[in-house]
């Protein structure tokens, strides 16, 4: 009989593997289609902010009570994780709880730490749900909010819940089960927090408590493995994601857009400032970002590692004042055009070409313009993003490829050009400011 | 000292010397052309004067850096701004920079390098700050801000982009003002909504204007006077305060102004 859970653990494990590999090729190869990207800056200092950041969690603590509630769900995240490699081991040798003997006491300590990590996580879940349905907290409202994106949020933190209720339910019943002497049922020591669910079943008989147990161990790992796939389609993938990001992210001051060399090359040869016998500028495919492809992959990644929370549109002027633009949509249509993309590619459908682009399918111009550069955004990120780089992006492709920019743009561009200032006052009047002061009549 | 001769040499002026003044003061577009602007202009010129700096301004020389067509997508034009401007920078050698505009200090000190100029560019209220603490200007008692509550506005391109956010606070405190913060402030502060190009369009539909918003954080702290240190910040809060009728009540006035008016310049 045994052979058959350790079989059926094999073939659902593999599936699950398999899915899995899928989809990070899957998300590898669509982030690849982004631009070839330079990461500034040294390693180490990457490096720090990668641990400091991502693993940190530093930016979290900007608003202290969803920070700590969200450390507990990481540091739970982390190391029940541990548990879960028992739980592979045990589920392919057909083994029970095979670190318990090597351990011995320091597996009850253990234990009781899993233990304590999964009521913290049950309690945060919990405490995320409430906020994120009852007390309506205005981030979580926002139209892109809409449908799945919610939905997404509500299932992960249920699957929690559940998962972590498992966890406790299945201790209990092994420690009942411990207590009579069923043979397979290691010692464990005495695990605090299960212990209080013992009373609930201790009236059961030794068959139903196996199967209690069984269940809840088998109810678990395939919830941790349908987590795994699930993820890879969901805002979760911050869980991964935010340290590569976090270690790729820019280093330089947030004021600092960077140079377009394209651009540098071109405007070089108008001026007649290249060597004489350097190579022409090469063929510009495109300047700015009409799609996907057209961002860098770190834009992309940004995309991918996103997880909803809203803090960059909270703290938007745009969007605090009724405009249509929220940076945390910029991220998700990124994310959805490319998921589109990727599927059509995979299903031998014309990919890219299929008549729509990120601009104008997904984003509007109404958006893109409204943006006021102020980094908010940016700096609200806990994961580091920065969607001003996809917006400054887009107002380049709007303006150098397409002449689209509004009106008073298209006047303002011209006043510099011609006046050398954005408004038209004649250049040769630039310095009358100074006339009352070396003659002071007042 | 108001008797006192004030002087605003030329680059062009200095090399003809064959001198070079310590200091560039980069006006901007802005302090140049718009009329409240240039009050901040000429304050700081008197101030330049009464410190005894070594300064130059490029006069009829200078350009707009290209930032706001930079921002608004242009790159094209900003490129050739820049480069041009570096052409004339470099011709005069200019090594330290000083700017009212924190959109003309963006710039050159962050964007002009990728373009092959490099410059040490500060922001007036830093350069005012190194003043006061130099002992170059000195604070004159009690006057006129004196226990007068003066909150201060962050300017994005300032406080987020460079993270200068002590430079503007000290020079307000050195006053004996009492500053007063706004709920939203430093890395929260809120845009005066004319960064990134917006000030040259009319905004997108919303429900409400950003200046406006800006204004009632103004207003929450119950100061009579907001300092800034931006042309866009000044004109997009002096329009929010007009909107809410406060203009009688409350000031809006640039750091340097702030100096100028303790110093009776
Ligand atoms: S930079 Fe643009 S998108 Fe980001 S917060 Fe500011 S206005 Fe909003
Ligand atoms: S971009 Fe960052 S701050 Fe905005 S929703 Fe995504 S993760 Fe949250």
Known sequence: ?442 | MSDMEIKVPTMAEYMAKGEAPDVLFWVGCAGSYDDRYKKVTKAFVKILNAAKIKFAVLGTEETCTGDPARRAGNEFLFQMQAMANIQVLDGYQVKKIVTACPHCFNTLKNEYPDLGGNYDVIHHSTFLQELIDSGQVVIADGKPFKGKKITFHDSCYLGRANDVYQAPRSVIESLDAELVEMKRCKTNGLCCGAGGAQMFKEPEEGNKDINVERTEDVLETGSKIVASGCPFCLTMLSDGIKNKNKENEIEVLDIAELIAKNQQL
């Open chain 1, 1 to 442: 009989m045994d052979y058959i859970q350790q079989i059926l653990f094999l073939i659902i494990a593999g599936v699950a593997g398999y899915l899995l590999f899928g989809r990070v090729v899957q998300i590898r190869s669509n982030i690849k289609m982004g631009k070839d990207f330079e990461p500034s800056g040294d390693k180490s200092t990457r490096f720090k902010n990668m641990v400091l950041v991502a693993f940190g969690q530093q930016k979290m603590f900007k608003k202290i009570i969803p920070a700590v509630l969200h450390l507990f769900v990481y540091v739970g995240f982390l190391v029940i994780n541990l548990e879960v490699l028992e739980f592979v081991i045990d589920g392919v040798a057909g083994t029970h709880r095979i670190f318990a003997p090597y351990l011995g006491s320091f597996y009850t300590v253990l234990m009781n730490i899993f233990e304590f990590l999964a009521v913290m996580v049950l309690i945060s879940c919990l405490v995320f749900l409430i906020r994120r349905n009852v007390l309506k907290i205005d981030r979580f409202k926002k139209i892109e909010m809409n449908g799945w994106p919610a939905l997404d949020a509500n299932l992960i933190l249920i699957t929690e819940v559940v998962l972590m209720f498992a966890i406790l339910k299945m201790n209990a019943a092994d420690q009942i089960l411990q207590s009579r002497g069923v043979a397979h049922y290691t010692d464990t020591g005495f695990l605090f927090f299960s212990a209080h669910f013992i009373p609930l079943m201790d009236n059961f008989s030794d068959g139903t408590l196996v199967f209690v147990e069984r269940a809840a161990w088998w109810f678990h790992i395939l919830g941790i493995l349908a987590f795994a796939v699930y993820v890879t389609y969901s805002k979760h993938l911050h869980i991964f994601l935010a340290f590569p990001n976090t270690y790729f992210a820019k280093l330089s001051v947030k004021g600092h857009a960077d140079n377009m060399d394209a651009v540098t090359n071109e405007v070089k040869s108008m001026l007649g400032m290249l060597p004489a016998d350097a190579a022409p500028p090469a063929e510009i495919s495109r300047f700015g970002a009409k799609d996907f492809n057209d961002l860098s992959w770190k834009n992309l990644m940004d995309a991918y590692t996103c997880t909803e929370c809203g803090r960059c549109t909270q703290q938007c002027p745009a969007n605090i004042t009724g405009k249509k633009l929220s940076p945390r949509k910029i991220m998700m249509d990124t994310r959805d055009r490319m998921e589109e993309v990727g599927k059509n590619i995979k299903a031998g459908n014309k990919g890219l070409d299929d008549g729509k682009s990120l601009l104008g399918d997904y984003i509007t111009k109404e958006e893109i313009n409204a943006c006021t550069s102020c980094n908010a955004c940016v700096e609200a990120c806990p994961v580091m993003i920065n969607p001003l780089d996809i917006i400054l992006e887009m107002r380049r492709y709007i303006a150098m490829e397409e002449s689209g920019s509004p009106q008073s743009w298209n006047v303002m561009f011209q006043n510099v050009e011609t006046s050398f200032s954005p408004w038209k006052f004649a250049p040769t009047d630039r310095f009358n400011w100074s006339e009352d002061l070396k003659n002071p009549k007042n």
